[in-house]
Each structure stands twice: as structure tokens, then as C-alpha cells.
């Protein structure tokens, strides 16, 4: 297989499963593509050139552990790799003119250990047609970009290194899906729909994991989960970005609200 910096790590380990334990080897910032639901989220999309970047390695370092393997690069002249990234960037991104640009910085935000989502939310209603919500934040923020990327925002990201990460969201029509009023399902029937899974509950505590890990954590234990068991578990938030992947893998949820600091969450097989 042919690579370059464009050729995205999902694809390489596809390829050749040998890939995974060589680009770990790299840096230790790649250990998290062990986990595969997290690989899953992140190497669809990571670019060597990308990973490069959040790795704080080179792409020719990438390159050293790849041809031993049996890949080859792809050496490409310098007007092919300008063009090339030229078509990596989305026509809206070069073309918007700074007024159409609605900028939001939630650095600050995540750095108070406050979750900036329902700030993005209100952000997003206001973006116009024709107009960007750029996020400017230390990582790609993969669940949000799956988040407003079925809402129906077009979206580009850039990581311009491990601390700052530009996400542009591109509104280009009006009419776009509103997934973002999102049921919790705190209902009246919690003790009933618990009570259905008596003896049959698997417990999960998440509340001491760091963003993205609860969701990633809760997405792989489904992935084990017998049918007729439910999944109990212990969070100190409702998890929004997990709501969407919940309902498209076919799963459905009750929340109970603790306290301020905890929510119970029950995830079963619809």
C-alpha cells in the first residue's frame, strides 16, 4: 500500500494489523488507539500529518516504522503536495469572509472542568446560512463534530499542534436535522424499567474517567453486553454525545438524577 501525509491511520491499520503496534511505538500519546472504540472514533480521520502533530513526532518517523512493514511512500512533488492540501480544505473555509465567522473559545471553559456543550448548542442556533461556528479548542472534538456532522453542519478541522485545534462548522443550508434536543429519559418509570432487569444488571462507575473515556468506556462494555442485561451506570453528567451513538446502535436509556455531581444511567436493548 501506497502512503503519504494524507493517508489516514484507519486505512494503514486495515491494511496491515502489524501497523497499530508499530505507530504505537512511536509516541506513548498513541497508546489510546488500543482501545478500539476510541480508534474506531479517532484513526477514521487522523491523517499522519495529523497525528504527527498530536504525537509530537514527524511524519518521517511514521514513515521508519511503516516500510519495514511493506509500505511504501508515496514521494510526492512539491506543486502535487501544495495542490493536494489545497483540496484537503474545504471551498467554504477558503472563501468566507471574517464576518461570517462566529468564533468561540472554550479553552478557557474546559480548563475550569466546566463542559462547554450546551454553550456549543446555543452557539450553533445562531449561526446563519452561509455562516461558521469555528471552536477553538486543545483537541478535535470528535463526538461534537458526529454530533453536528448528522445535524447537517459541514465541518473541517485543523490541528495546528497538540494545544490548539481550530473546528470550523459550516452552516450551508437551513434546513438541517435538530438532533440537539436530545429526550433524557429522566422519566417517572425508572423503577419500573429497573426493576425489569433485576438480577440481570452489569455496573459501570465512570465518574473518575477523564473526557473522552466515559463514553468511550460505556461504548465498549456495550459491545459485550448480553441482550436480555442492562448496563447500570454511575456518571457525573448525562453524556449528550453518547445519546446519538446509543440510538443508532439500536440501544435505549432511563437517567435518574442523584445530585448535582451524579447521574444514574440504565442502558438497555430496545
Not at 503496534?21 to 474506531?40: G, Q, T
Not at 471553559?109 to 448548542?121: F, R
Request: hydrophobic content about 40%; proline content about 4%.
Amino acid at each position: 500500500m501506497k502512503i503519504n501525509s494524507k493517508t489516514t491511520i484507519g486505512k494503514i491499520v486495515n491494511n496491515n494489523k502489524a501497523a497499530l503496534d508499530a505507530i504505537i511505538s512511536i509516541s506513548p500519546k498513541f497508546e489510546k488507539l488500543r482501545n478500539p472504540v476510541l480508534r474506531k472514533l479517532i484513526a477514521g480521520r487522523a491523517t499522519i500529518e495529523m497525528a504527527s502533530k498530536l504525537g509530537n513526532c514527524t511524519e518521517d518517523d511514521f514513515y521508519r516504522v511503516l516500510i519495514p512493514l511493506g509500505f511504501e511512500i508515496e514521494k510526492l512533488e512539491m506543486k502535487n503536495t501544495e495542490k493536494n492540501a489545497q483540496n484537503n480544505v474545504p471551498e467554504f473555509v477558503n472563501s468566507i469572509t471574517k464576518d461570517k465567522i462566529i468564533n468561540f473559545d472554550v479553552r478557557a471553559i474546559l480548563a475550569s472542568g466546566t463542559d462547554p456543550l450546551k454553550q456549543i448548542i446555543e452557539k450553533t442556533k445562531m449561526v446563519k446560512k452561509g455562516e461558521v461556528l469555528k471552536i477553538i479548542n486543545t483537541f478535535e472534538p470528535l463526538p461534537l463534530i458526529t454530533l453536528l456532522g448528522k445535524k447537517g453542519f459541514e465541518v473541517y478541522s485543523d490541528v495546528q499542534n497538540e494545544n490548539y485545534t481550530e473546528t470550523w462548522f459550516y452552516k450551508k443550508t437551513d434546513n438541517l436535522i435538530d438532533n440537539t434536543n436530545i429526550e433524557t429519559h429522566s422519566s417517572d418509570d425508572w423503577d419500573r424499567v429497573l426493576k425489569l432487569f433485576e438480577g440481570n444488571l452489569i455496573n459501570l462507575d465512570v465518574r473518575k474517567l477523564e473526557m473522552p473515556m466515559p463514553m468511550i468506556t460505556i461504548l465498549e462494555t456495550l459491545e459485550t453486553l448480553e441482550p436480555e442485561k442492562a448496563l447500570y451506570v454511575f456518571h457525573k453528567k448525562l453524556p449528550i454525545f453518547l445519546i446519538p451513538e446509543l440510538k443508532e446502535k439500536g440501544y435505549d436509556f432511563r437517567t435518574k438524577q442523584i445530585s448535582e455531581h451524579e447521574l444514574h444511567l440504565l442502558i438497555f436493548k430496545k
